[in-house]
């Protein structure tokens, strides 16, 4: 079974007898155009495609297959050009002309004028090399076929493709060695090559301390990211490219010479020299047309290997190197007969002396393991599953995390598809999942490996319902995935405002162009600072002279930015969307202060102070800015206007000397005083009456505002008492129940009463012993009664607490009579009577309970 093709459905022209077999019967018209890097290749197997009337070229990597597609897009529209690769599918109804990956390309099922295979000389890679095998053997056009691949292919087209006409052609500029040299030294427009992550970052970060960044450039990256790393580099932003040897195929680049942080790399296998032959293949990316390149290493790297030997560095220069001798191969059409016949198939070697078994791919390493598991391998009968199983066992290892690993992925995959196709929802909550872009390098770099993975998966029309919207919505994350990992890199690696400081300042700091991007504020779109309110803040890393001339550009400007940004609040204040914050007694906005609270003429009427900050604005937008700023405030203060009422009915005649010290008192105390202390029972009925249209509760032990129990006003109010230099209680929210008493009295929070170890809020305690009256009056106000402490109890208090509350109204616990010697039975329930509690001035200090007697049977009635 081949590689899938692209759906993609050709004009009535391509509707020819084809005249190429499925199996090897080659038609005229196959060149091997053979030779190093920068020779043109394939540059002239794009014009050779266009020249057809369809055709299709077959890449190592989705980047190169994307970077063509745009170019033939270009020449001829993009309705008639598809890119087909494993994670991307774009294919017009009439498209001709196709761009793909090797594995994605099309071989036996439709028939098109031109096809070319590009580095094909990948035959002998170990994990890959069976796939550009199976094409050079059997991918054909109908009218030109071109085999692009290094000098090194020639003896395996001469033997297996005979017919073939074999094309050699010279590099366009010089290649030479230019020896060893230290980091420092090397000269700009240059690549470092490194075979590890963390070597990569290593001299990434001593570039940027020392030359002012480098982009990054590795295999583990998305495509995209990878574009915007080079595009970097070769827009001039940085002069220095890190690299893996992922640099050395499809990437063509403005690189005057490389430089190698060592001559070895790990595998898969083993670590092992580079051969010549990859040696060259990095090497040439320095030169670019018919500009000349070098080549060379880096001393002070930590790498263990020397120099390039005289005959490495002789094979590099005059390009040559050792003939490839075998190309991996794997039966590209196995039987789907069962799983024990797929694994024989796959293990098959090849007759010709030529090609030579593949190594076990991470696809068969997954077969095999799958295949040891029952309740894998149970699920899978009859040939169309095995081949369904296969195509999935193929998934491609973006994590590179290992057989085992992808194994237990490509396990939960097939129990999912195994039924059918996966759902919608399912596929796009396991694609939301990744669509997170916070996290550092690595953790990004896994995001997006994951995400290819569901991008190859939503390709598949067989595996997912919906397969355009969800790709769609793959697409989106790996985009946004890319674009914040390019940031991270570019963040971590780069520094531009040195950049910027070593190429444009100077004496015409002041014409540069200065601009806000939310509170940063950029300097030729450099961040130099941020505005916080309206308080510009210099970047803290910035250097004592790059702050002096940073600062001079940016105070220029920063007038118009702060009269643009105060409109912007007044307008918005007007509005009633300002989010202007108040935290005692400081006004502040967007994380600047705006102004601060003064004592005024009263508690209620502080006054508004504008903070220096504000000077720096403009005169008219200031005054109305400090205009609505009072406004606000005004409206802030609307949750005390009960206390304004008060405040106001102070002042009235009809208030008389008794009432007015009560009003005056609840004002000064936020709404609410001990009955003993106010003075209330000295009022006649008029003055009461006139308490009750003012809303003021009148309770048994309190008298207060209802309203000002809740926690908007209560806190407003405590912040205006700081204000006025009077502390209020302490800071246990009116809405919670204080677990204890406070050890001082000036400490206890407004709007509760204390009850030994416990606190109560004012209008729960009145609803306690409004119910206690209650039970008193049904029993005529005379007789003992019973009081049930459930409601008590619900609130949080303890039966002490209760019976504290109780005391402190004139309620007196009757202890029952005891029983008679030797006699036994439950304890007689607590009876209670009342007496009008004796009012003084100050604060009473109820006797403490005894724990014996009425209050132990009052204890053990609430535990009964």
């Not at 014009?47 to 369809?54: F, G, P, T």
Request: proline letters at 6%; a neutral charge.
């Amino acid at each position: 079974m081949r590689a899938a093709g692209g759906n993609a459905t050709l004009d009535g022209e391509m509707a020819h007898d084809r005249t190429v077999s499925a199996r090897g019967d080659t038609p005229s018209g196959v060149k091997a155009v053979l030779g190093p890097t920068n020779t043109g290749k394939t540059h002239l197997a794009i014009e050779r495609m266009c020249a057809h009337s369809s055709g299709a070229i077959g890449f190592p990597l989705r980047l190169l297959a994307r970077e063509v597609y745009d170019r033939v897009c270009a020449i001829k529209g993009e309705n008639n050009v598809a890119l087909i690769t494993g994670e991307e599918r774009i294919e017009p109804r009439h498209a001709r002309y196709l761009l793909c990956t090797v594995e994605a390309m099309p071989v036996t099922d439709r028939s098109l004028a031109f096809v070319a295979i590009d580095e094909a000389q990948l035959g002998a890679d170990r994990e890959r090399g069976h796939v550009f095998t199976d094409r050079l053997l059997h991918a054909r056009g109908r009218e030109e076929t071109m085999i692009l691949g290094a000098s090194t292919l020639e003896p395996m087209v001469r033997a297996l493709v005979p017919e073939a006409e074999i094309i050699t052609r010279p590099r366009f500029s010089t290649l030479s060695h230019a020896g060893a040299r230290k980091l420092s030294r090397i000269p700009p427009r240059s690549a470092i090559v490194a075979f590890s992550a963390e070597q990569v970052y290593a001299i990434a970060e001593m570039l940027r301390r020392f030359r002012g960044g480098a982009a990054v450039v590795m295999g583990a990256l998305s495509p995209q990211t990878r574009n915007a790393q080079v595009q970097l580099y070769q827009s001039g932003e940085v002069d220095y490219l890190v690299a893996t040897d992922a640099i050395g195929m499809g990437l063509n680049l403005d690189v005057e010479h490389v430089a190698f942080a060592g001559l070895s790399k790990f595998d898969g296998v083993r670590q092992r020299r580079l051969t010549t032959a990859e040696m060259a293949q990095i090497a040439g990316r320095a030169g670019r047309h018919q500009t000349d390149g070098t080549f060379g290493t880096l001393t002070g790297s930590g790498s263990h290997d020397s120099d390039f030997d005289p005959e490495e560095v002789y094979a590099i220069e005059e390009h040559r190197f050792p003939p490839l001798t075998r190309l991996f191969w794997r039966e590209p059409e196995p039987r789907f007969d069962s799983i024990a016949t797929l694994i024989e198939d796959l293990e098959t070697p090849p007759e010709r002396p030529e090609l030579g078994p593949a190594p076990e791919a991470i696809d068969l390493a997954v077969l095999r393991r799958l295949a040891e598991e029952p309740q894998a391998i149970d699920t899978v009968h009859g040939p169309a599953m095995v081949e369904r199983f296969w195509e999935v066992c193929r998934l491609p290892d973006f994590r590179q995390q290992g057989a085992e690993t992808h194994a237990r992925f490509v396990a939960r995959l097939w129990q999912d598809l195994r039924g059918g196709e996966l759902g919608a929802d399912y596929v796009a909550n396991a694609i939301s999942q990744l669509d997170r872009t916070a996290g550092d390098i690595d953790t990004l770099q896994g995001r997006i490996a994951a995400i290819r993975s569901w991008a190859y998966i939503a390709q598949r029309p067989d595996w997912v319902l919906a397969r355009d919207e969800m790709a769609a919505r793959a697409r989106a994350v790996e985009a946004r995935l890319s674009d914040a990992l390019h940031g991270k890199l570019t963040e971590r690696f780069i520094n531009r405002r040195t950049a910027v400081l070593m190429k444009k300042l100077g004496p015409d700091t002041g014409l540069l162009s200065v601009r806000m991007e939310d509170e940063e504020v950029l300097v030729e779109g450099e961040h130099i600072g941020s505005l916080r309110g309206f308080a510009f803040h210099v970047d803290p890393a910035a250097r004592l002279s790059d702050r002096k001339l940073l600062l001079a550009a940016a105070e220029r400007h920063l007038a118009s930015l702060l009269q643009a940004r105060a409109d912007a609040l007044v307008e918005a204040i007007h509005a009633g969307t300002a989010q202007i914050t108040s935290d005692r007694g400081t006004l502040a906005w967007d994380g600047g202060r705006l102004a601060v609270l003064a004592p005024g003429r009263s508690l209620l009427s502080p006054l508004l102070v504008p903070d220096r900050t504000l000077d720096a604005i403009p005169g008219p937008s200031r005054k109305a800015l400090v205009a609505a700023l009072e406004a606000w405030l005004d409206t802030a203060l609307q949750p005390l206007a009960p206390l304004r009422k008060l405040d106001e009915a102070s002042r009235s005649e009809e208030a008389g000397p008794d009432l007015r010290a009560l009003l005056i008192a609840l004002v000064e105390a936020g709404g609410m005083t001990s009955r003993e202390a106010s003075g209330v029972d000295r009022l006649d009925k008029q003055r009461r009456m006139m308490l009750a249209r003012l809303g003021v509760r009148v309770g048994a032990l309190d008298v207060f505002v209802p309203v000002m129990l809740r926690p908007a006003p209560i806190a407003l109010w405590r912040e205006l008492a700081r204000v006025a230099g009077k502390p209020p209680g302490g800071g246990v929210p009116a809405t919670e129940m204080p677990p204890a008493l406070p050890a001082r009295r000036e400490q206890r929070p407004p709007g509760y009463r204390g009850l030994g170890k416990q606190l109560v809020r004012l209008d729960m305690a009145e609803k306690l012993l409004r119910e206690a009256h209650e039970a008193r009056g049904a029993r005529g106000g005379k007789a003992s009664f019973a009081l049930d402490p459930a409601k008590a109890v619900s609130m949080g208090l303890t039966t002490e607490s209760y019976a504290r509350l109780l005391r402190l109204a004139g309620f007196q616990p009757i202890a029952p009579r005891a029983l008679a010697h030797e006699a036994h039975g439950p304890p007689a329930p607590t009876r209670w009577r009342w007496r009008p509690p004796r009012r003084q001035a100050g604060d009473v200090r109820p006797k403490p309970v005894r724990k014996d007697g009425a209050f132990a049977a009052l204890a053990d009635m609430v535990r009964g």
